[in-house]
C-alpha cells in the first residue's frame, strides 16, 4: 500500500520562500510519476508540477520560474521549491502519484500567503 505524506508549508510572507516535501512509502516510487498540485478555497484542484520517472518536469504557466519540482529517488521523496509566493497562492497543496493504473493522493499541506 503506497502513502504519500507532505510537510512544509505554513504561513509564509508574500515574496517568500518555502519548500515542500512529500515522503512515499512502497518499493515502487522511481517508477513513478509524481506531481504537485493545489486547491485554493472555493476552487478547483489544479495542477501545479509534475516530474516523471526519468526526471522530466512540466509546469503550469502560472508558476513557471518560481517553482521547481525535483526528486530524490534513494529516499522516496519529492519537493516542491516555491519562490516569489503571491496571496492568491494560498491553498492546499496536494502531492500526486501515478503508477498505472493506481493513483495515490496524500492528504494535503496548507500554503497561507499573506499580504
Known amino acids: 500500500q503506497v502513502q504519500l505524506v507532505e510537510s512544509g508549508g505554513g504561513l509564509v510572507q508574500a515574496g517568500g520562500s518555502t519548500r515542500l516535501s512529500c515522503a512515499a512509502s512502497g518499493s515502487i516510487f522511481s517508477d513513478s510519476a509524481m506531481g504537485w498540485y493545489r486547491q485554493a478555497p472555493g476552487k478547483q484542484r489544479e495542477m501545479v508540477a509534475i516530474?516523471?520517472?526519468?526526471?522530466?518536469?512540466n509546469y503550469a504557466d502560472s508558476v513557471k520560474g518560481r517553482f521547481t519540482i525535483s526528486r530524490d529517488n534513494a529516499n522516496k521523496t519529492v519537493y516542491l521549491q516555491i519562490n516569489s509566493l503571491k496571496p492568491e497562492e494560498t491553498a492546499v497543496y496536494y502531492c500526486?502519484?501515478?503508477?498505472?493504473?493506481?493513483?495515490?493522493w496524500g492528504q494535503g499541506t496548507q500554503v497561507t500567503v499573506s499580504s
Open positions: 500526486h502519484m501515478v503508477l498505472p493504473p493506481r493513483v495515490y
Open positions: 516530474i516523471t520517472s526519468g526526471s522530466s518536469t
